[in-house]
């Protein structure tokens, strides 16, 4: 069993910037696959980011340009570093650990308002 905890959330205004971090317990970290995944209100859970345990990153057309995805295996550490913040980027963020199972963190909070 991985725990996976995410750290960083809070309140920003708009245009600002935050940065998420996630920390797994695992001592194979780089051998997984890691994923940032976002869920507002009234709304389903939705891919933002990813990176493989070869450091290719993927995201979601609506964060490309303002988020970026990176990984710090010797801390088994994954970091979500979100740049021009804007109100529909409200939600609760969760950490996602994905090899042969899948593991989720509880999520923190991210609101974006004036």
């Known amino acids: 069993q991985v725990q996976v905890v995410e750290f960083g959330g809070g309140l920003v205004q708009p245009g600002g910037s935050l940065r998420l971090s996630c920390v797994a317990s695992?001592?194979?970290?780089?051998?997984?696959?890691m994923d940032w995944y976002r869920q507002a209100p009234g709304k389903q859970r939705e891919l933002v980011a990813g990176i493989t345990s070869g450091g290719s990153t993927n995201y979601a057309d609506s964060v490309k340009g303002r988020f970026t995805i990176s990984r710090d295996n010797a801390k088994n550490t994954v970091y979500l570093q979100m740049n021009s913040l804007k109100p529909e980027d409200t939600a609760v963020y969760y950490c996602?650990?994905?090899?042969?199972?899948?593991?989720w963190g509880q999520g923190t909070q991210v609101t974006v308002s004036s």
């Open positions: 996602n650990v994905r090899g042969e199972s899948r593991y």
């Open positions: 695992t001592s194979i970290f780089r051998l997984y696959h």
